[in-house]
């Protein structure tokens, strides 16, 4: 419950609102207008969350001429909606026959590749089960499917956990897979502006890892001189609610010692 209600007041668009109604309606000097003004052009810009994406950014320490034991590929890139969503109409299309993707896909993709061109030798994905009206999906076994179709063979893509729900789940059920008289070789892969907060999260449960970001933004100066970075929009405010839920994530788990 105190999770949701966090999400609901970093949500750019209900502090829109405050601003807003406080301009409107309340009796506020006018200086404390103009800040609040400001504040409503700074959360609308791209420009600000796509700043805190390049200074939130953790450099990769992927080496290309090192093997990996393990890569852990974090969970996200398919379509959880659709699938239950098609079993329910009972069309002529079997959903588990097909793959339907979104950009966090990249994480399993680059862990596929990987794993085919011989830098990883076991790739594990989370058992991430998403739940809702339409029904339960497995999205686990969709991503195994499909890495098998690109030729990585069964024994090779290992899902594990019981359900994660999120990261932190992911850290502990692979911390207990882990065999402690093993020096294991682990790469994580997720994306880039996810990276600071897994890796904290992994190496919290004593997991020595190498990181590798996906989903990297392009050079911080050609994101500067993009004039489109700087119109307000609703562009803007979900670049502002991408960078608040991973840096109000981070101060959450950090405040619950779990970083």
Known sequence: ???????????????????????LRGKISNKAKVILIIFFFLISMPITGILFKHLWKVNDSFQ??????KAVVLSGGVDHRWYPQEKQRKNTVDPEEYFIFNAAAERFLTGIELALSGNIKLLYYGNYVRKSPRGSFDTSIIVKNFAEKKGLSEDRFIIYGDEVKNTLDEAVYFKSILNESIKNKILLITSQSHM???????????I??????????????????DINNYIPGVRGLNFTKSAYYE?????????LGKL
């Open 208 to 225: 020595d890892l190498d990181c590798y970001s996906v989903q990297k933004r392009i050079p911080l100066v050609r994101d500067l001189l």
């Open 196 to 206: 600071r907060r897994a890796v904290a999260l992994f190496e919290k449960q004593g």
């Open 247 to 255: 840096f109000f994530g981070f101060l959450g788990y950090l405040f």
């Open 1 to 23: 419950m105190l999770q949701e209600a966090v999400k609901f007041f970093i949500d750019p668009v209900i502090q829109l609102l405050i601003v807003g109604f406080i301009l």
């Open 64 to 69: 290309n001429n090192k093997i990996y034991d």
